[in-house]
Structures are given as C-alpha cells and as structure tokens.
C-alpha cells in the first residue's frame, strides 16, 4: 500500500528557506513520477511541482518557479522540495503524491510570517 510522510514544514519569516521531505514505501518509488502540492486556509489543493522517475525532467507552477526546486534521492525513497524566497502566500499544508496513486500523506504546515 503506498505510504506517503511528509516533514520538515515550519514557520519561517518572508525571504526564508525551508526544505521539505517526502518518505515514500509501499510502490516502486525509482518508476514513478512524483508531485508536491499544497492546501492553502480556506483553498482547493493546488499542484506546485512535479519531477520525473529519474529526476532528469521538472515542471512547477507558475506561483513557485524560480524559488522552489524538486528533486529526489531513489536510494532513499525520498522526494524533496527545496522552498526559498518564501512569501506569507506560500502559507499551506503541504503534501506529496505519487503518480497515479489517490493516495495522500498527512502533509506538512509551512507557515510564512511577514
């Protein structure tokens, strides 16, 4: 069954950094794209970034390009977002999520003070 953990929100000031991370079992991580998306108070779940089974293909919303990166470790299972420049509207839950599973993790808050 996939398994999804998400760590390593926080609250930080405007123009910090945070890097989230995403333990993944359950599926065969290393053939599977992955996606972080994030829930903001009072909104629908939106898509942020995506990265490819090798990592060697990336795509970001318009929101985050330029100031988040997504990149993977297949030798740990682990999908990581690398956050910086961050904006009081960056403000959300987190959460990642393997391609063509419905399954989500608990998600994790990223919390941005102006």
């Known amino acids: 069954q996939v398994q999804l953990v998400e760590s390593g929100g926080g609250l930080v000031q405007a123009g910090g950094s945070l890097r989230l991370s995403c333990a993944a079992s359950?599926?065969?991580?290393?053939?599977?794209?992955m996606n972080w998306y994030r829930q903001a108070p009072g909104k629908e779940r939106e898509f942020a970034a995506t990265i490819n089974p090798t990592g060697s293909s990336t795509y970001y919303a318009e929101s985050v390009k330029g100031r988040f990166t997504i990149s993977r470790d297949n030798a740990k299972n682990t999908v990581y977002l690398q956050m910086n420049s961050l904006k009081p509207e960056d403000t959300a839950v987190y959460y990642c999520?393997?391609?063509?599973?419905?399954?989500w993790g608990q998600g994790t808050q990223v919390t941005v003070s102006p």
């Open positions: 359950g599926f065969t991580f290393s053939r599977t794209s």
């Open positions: 999520k393997a391609t063509g599973s419905a399954n």
